[in-house]
């Protein structure tokens, strides 16, 4: 079994390979690799639950490098009608991920869905204000808020 930050002993796939998993809890940090492919899983963790899909980042940085792998994490996503962006570990933002996140979510708008941010940081929050994007992101406190605003 693997380790990784979600519920315990719920079904999920490898966001990789899509070898079907069963994950259990772990610290932050603890994650194991996929069995298949051997990647990690800590990098996002998706949970689809009625047609939601949480999208959990376990890096404490959203920069550069970390980019092309959110992008076709993003991309195997696209077309679920709610988005929930958990950035709960998430310490620090470059500008190209903040605006990855807006083409992000006009692509989401595009198909009809709707995009959620949740746990943000007061540090990221006050970026999101500097850059005026609270204006455009719908950000909640927890997961659960982000829920049950769609």
Known sequence: MARARVPEDTPHQCPSCGHDLVLECSAPFGDDPCPRCQKPLSFVVGQSFQR????????PRLHELEIAELD????????????VLDFGNVLSISSTALGRLITWQKAVISTGGKLR??????????????TRLDKVFQVYPDE???????
């Open 52 to 59: 939601v899909v949480i999208l959990r980042f376990g890096q």
């Open 117 to 130: 941010l949740c746990r943000v940081r007061p540090k990221i929050y006050e970026v999101l204000i500097s």
């Open 144 to 150: 659960q808020s982000a829920l049950d605003s769609f």
């Open 72 to 83: 076709r994490q993003v991309d195997e996503v696209r077309g679920v009608p709610r988005i």
